[in-house]
Each structure stands twice: as C-alpha cells, then as structure tokens.
C-alpha cells in the first residue's frame, strides 16, 4: 500500500512539472539560434592591392568587402593565405569552405559554387622590361613566339586562357605566386608577364622597380572574379546571401566607404 502511495505521489509530482518542461523545451530553439555560428574558413592568395597579408591579417579592399558582407550575415569566417595551386587542392577537395578572388572557368564551376555578384573586374595587360622593343597587336595569337610569365593553375580570361587550351601560345614560363614572376621578368628569364595591371603595378612598387617596367597598349581583356564556394557541402543558400548582401553593400555606400580606405587609383569595377 505504501508503495503504491509513493507512486501515486511520484506521478502527480511529474504532472505537475510538465509544464515547466516544456517551457524549458520551447526555450531551446530561441538558445541554439544564439549561438555563434562554427567559423567557415576560406582560401586566398597574396593579390595586392586587393587581397594582402599584413600583421597575420587580411587586408585590401576586397578582403574588407568580404569580412563585412560575412559580418552581416552574422558568419563568422576565417581568411588564410596559399599560393594559388595549394588553396585550389584545398577548396575543391573541400578541406576549406570557400576561395576569393577567382575567375570562372567551365572546369572550375564543375567542382565550385561561385556567386553571381562579381567581386572584382580587372583589366588583365602584358608587362615588359622598360627597354623592351616588343609590342602587342591586340592579338592574342601573336603572343606565340614569346616567353610569357604566369601563375600555375591561374586563369586569365577567356581569350588568354583559350589561346593556351588550343596549344596556340607554347612559350609559358610558370611561377608559384605573382612576385616571383616580375623578377624572373627583370632578370630576363621571360620576355613579359599577364596580369591585372593593379596588381602587377602593386608588385613592381614593393619590388621598388617601377622604372624598370612598362605596360603594352592595348589591354589583352578586362575579367570579373567571383567568391566561390566548395561542392563538396551545400552553400547554395549561403551564396545566395552573399550575393543579396553584397548588393545592399553597394547600394548602401559601404562599397565606397571601403574603397576610400585605400589609394582611389585601385579600381574594383563598381
């Protein structure tokens, strides 16, 4: 008798903490949204003026567009630096969430999800040492008997990058990152160098050979380049945030007040 009392007791006690409980359960969706969110990580390169590593931090304007569109989608993330061929392994294997800044190409949206907003449209143009007698006609073709300094594993546009898939320009000297290819230009070892003419006049500055260089008329192609995302998960709606968000960022100035923090010679394109 006595052990039934208890349990009798023992329920009505139960009873009477049910709703307790499930205020307490209502709670947790309010609790588990608050949390911060795990940190997504991301590749880039060493893209002056753009994209640099200063202080164990990534600076440049499209690196601050970045953090700030991530900021407001309360996305916590984590910017590291490689050269390009090792951070391309990382992000289409999946070891990290995404990479910024890169061109499309149709093999490269096979294995990335980019976004639609471009973060960047350069003018991609050929350097030359100072003395040089060489000129462009405008033509990529006629590149073919020189000896052209790229990145591995870099896109150019779709001209440049084409005339190299049908075996047109044969004369590519590869180099690991985008400095090392200026001073194989100064020393002679190539006869010219692509790339976006920011950057390249970036390097030349930190190389302190600005005298030492020119640029060929006309421009080879002016390219977008794009935040994507590996396919290995699916960011399919966080893309579509970024893009949503990076478009009030424009409308709203925080493009401009951004680009205003650096030299108003960088042009990003918008």
Excluded: W
């Excluded at 996305?75 to 392994?89: E, S």
């Excluded at 300094?149 to 047109?168: C, H, I, M, W």
């Excluded at 070892?189 to 600005?210: E, F, H, P, T």
């Amino acid at each position: 008798m006595y052990s039934l009392r208890v349990c009798v007791v023992t329920i009505l006690m139960s009873l009477a903490l049910l709703p307790s409980i499930s205020s307490a359960l209502a709670l947790l969706p309010s609790i588990s949204s608050a949390l911060p969110l795990p940190p997504l990580r991301f590749a880039t390169l060493n893209y002056p003026p753009f994209i640099y590593e200063e202080d164990h931090q990534a600076k440049g304007v499209i690196a601050d567009i970045v953090r700030e569109a991530f900021k407001r989608l309360q996305q916590p993330i984590v910017i590291a630096f490689y050269p390009v061929p090792r951070g391309m392994l990382l992000v289409n294997n999946g070891n990290v969430d995404g990479y910024f800044s890169l061109k499309k190409t149709p093999a490269r949206e096979e294995k990335l999800l980019y976004t639609r907003q471009p973060l960047i449209r350069q003018t991609f143009v050929l350097f030359v040492r100072h003395e040089s007698t060489l000129q462009y006609s405008g033509i990529v073709e006629d590149l073919a008997p020189y000896r052209i300094g790229v990145v591995s594993q870099t896109s150019y546009g779709p001209l440049f990058d084409n005339a190299v898939r049908e075996k047109k320009l044969l004369k590519l000297d590869e180099a690991r990152d985008f400095i090392s290819n200026f001073k194989k230009l100064l020393a002679g070892r190539v006869d010219m160098v692509i790339n976006s003419y920011d950057v390249g006049m970036a390097l030349v500055s930190q190389l302190q050979k600005q005298d030492n260089v020119k640029v060929l008329d006309p421009p080879v192609e002016t390219v977008e380049s794009y935040l994507a995302f590996t396919r290995q998960r699916n960011f399919q709606q966080l893309a579509d945030d970024f893009d949503n968000v990076l478009q009030q960022m424009i409308a709203d100035g925080t493009v401009e007040n951004i680009k205003r923090r650096y030299p108003a010679a960088v042009s990003i394109g918008y």
